[in-house]
């Protein structure tokens, strides 16, 4: 079994200012971290996913995370957000098992909440 | 949007009425999902399909049930709606492999249960 936690529910920021939005996790086995967000009213997106290589991954938008086996942590950044940038993000792990395909184990979520 | 339409978008239902969600997909994926998601607790899986017919539950599977005749469609189905099933419900499709491991998800349908 899986699980992640997110560590900030909230995160608001002033724009052009960096931006980290932590996620920790556990689990049995080796697993695969993906990044999504959530714009207000919308479905999920995949901003960025790590399977193996490099730890530092980059995504969309300007996004980064990177993946730190030792401390089982996905942290997610981005140098300069944006007003564009606020929404809800979520951590999540997948063990890709093939009769569990993508089946996501999620964290709680994280309101980030570009000012201006 | 991966090709993938939920509906209904929105549905307010009653107590103890049945209630069906239907996902369809054309992109030929072989694994779909039904997650819910809730302020605090992210998104749980409620069940999941690896193929025409075969299908297994997820995390928050009482009171739920799924249907997979065909390919491009998984059904969601409440038999008898609580309170407590008031959600907003996503679907998601993926087809894992050694470059392809993301699910895609469709933009979800509000169910509200008075």
């Known amino acids: 079994a899986q699980s992640v936690t997110q560590l900030d529910s909230q995160v608001p920021v002033f724009e052009e200012a960096p931006v980290e939005l932590r996620c920790n996790y556990s689990s049995s086995v080796s697993v695969y971290l993906f990044w999504y967000v959530q714009y207000p009213n919308q479905g999920l997106q995949l901003l960025l996913k790590?399977?193996?290589?490099?730890?530092l991954v980059k995504g969309i938008n300007g996004f980064e995370a990177e993946f730190n086996k030792s401390q089982t942590s996905f942290h997610l950044r981005k140098p300069s957000v944006h007003i564009s940038d606020t929404a809800e993000y979520f951590c999540a792990v997948s063990d890709l098992r093939e009769t569990s395909g993508s089946r996501l184990t999620f964290g709680e979520g994280t309101q980030l909440t570009v000012n201006p | 949007d991966a090709g993938i339409t939920q509906s209904p978008r929105h549905k307010v239902t009653e107590t103890g009425t049945p209630v069906t969600l239907r996902c369809h997909q054309t992109e030929n994926h072989r694994y779909m999902y039904w997650y819910r998601q809730d302020p605090g607790h992210g998104l749980r899986l409620i069940h999941y399909?690896?193929?025409?017919?075969?299908?297994d539950k997820g995390e928050v599977s009482d009171g739920y049930s799924v249907s997979r005749s065909k390919t491009e469609d998984f059904l969601l189905t409440l038999e008898s709606a609580t309170s407590s099933q008031t959600s907003v419900y996503f679907c998601?499709?993926?087809?894992?492999?050694?470059?392809?491991?993301?699910?895609?998800f469709g933009q979800g349908t509000r169910l509200t249960v008075v």
């Open positions: 790590y399977l193996s290589g490099s730890t």
């Open positions: 998601a499709i993926s087809s894992p492999g050694q470059t392809n491991t993301e699910a895609f």
């Open positions: 399909s690896y193929g025409v017919k075969d299908t």
